[in-house]
């Protein structure tokens, strides 16, 4: 158990539809990585959250947005689905959100399938 | 081209073999991470290296920045090892010192 949580653990939805994936850290980590894992394009980065500031923006949509909350939580919110945005969404988490010196410890996934 | 380029792409091999897996980048680095997905999807990450060579249990990681190469060895492998194994790497510079950017992943089934 990595101590990152995500809920929900699946989602069906149809297209046109938009849906909340929440993520937990691990105490006392301060920085929140949100990941996409498709079938045909492997693990992407999608956006970098740390102490409640957008720090770094990958390939993620317009469609997609993302914030952190004070808590540390944080919730990646995906709108007008298409069925091409079934995947399993990653959140991980590390203390201060350098991937040069932190490790990164990942949640379980949400597996989103739009239909 | 990818930036990370993972090889083999499914790799078997039977219980007590020594086994490889490579990763070749094309872009200077801060560091390189391994990533281990078993089947049911979670992810853990086993190695982060920025030189030389690491070492836990039966894994060992190795990295040449020169020759932008790393590889993963597991020494006297065990059916529990079979997952699949990630590259990913940290950018140096173009404002992606923030991201990491992946391998497409080396599935390694190893028979009892």
């Known amino acids: 158990d990595s101590g990152v949580t995500q809920t929900p653990k699946h989602l069906i939805t149809a297209t046109g539809q938009r849906v909340t994936l929440r993520c937990s850290p691990r105490?006392?980590?301060?920085?929140v990585y949100w990941y996409q894992q498709s079938l045909d394009q492997g693990l992407q980065f999608l956006i970098q959250y740390y102490n409640g500031e957008e720090r770094a923006k990958g390939n993620i949509l317009e469609r997609f947005s993302a914030q952190q909350f004070p808590d540390l939580h944080s919730e990646l919110n995906l709108s007008s689905l298409e069925l091409g945005d079934s995947a399993l969404y990653f959140c991980?988490?590390?203390?201060?959100?350098?991937?040069?010196?932190?490790?990164?410890?990942f949640g379980p996934g949400t597996r989103l399938t739009v239909l | 081209k990818n930036e990370v380029e993972q090889s083999p792409q499914n790799l078997t091999a039977q219980e007590g073999e020594f086994i490889t897996i490579n990763c070749s980048y094309s872009?200077?680095?801060?560091?390189l991470h391994w990533l281990q997905q078993h089947p049911g999807g979670g992810i853990v990450s086993l190695f982060m290296?920025?030189?030389g060579k690491k070492k836990h249990g039966r894994l060992i990681a190795t990295i040449n920045i020169q020759e932008k190469h790393s590889s993963l060895h597991i020494t006297a492998s065990h059916p529990r090892d079979s997952a699949v194994y990630i590259c990913?790497?940290?950018?140096?510079?173009?404002?992606?010192?923030?991201?990491?950017?992946f391998g497409k992943g080396t599935l390694l089934t190893v028979n009892p």
């Open positions: 991980a988490s590390s203390v201060v959100g350098a991937p040069s010196t932190d490790t990164q410890y």
């Open positions: 990913a790497v940290n950018p140096l510079s173009g404002g992606s010192n923030y991201k990491l950017t």
């Open positions: 290296l920025s030189s």
């Open positions: 105490s006392g980590d301060l920085s």
């Open positions: 872009v200077g680095i801060s560091a």
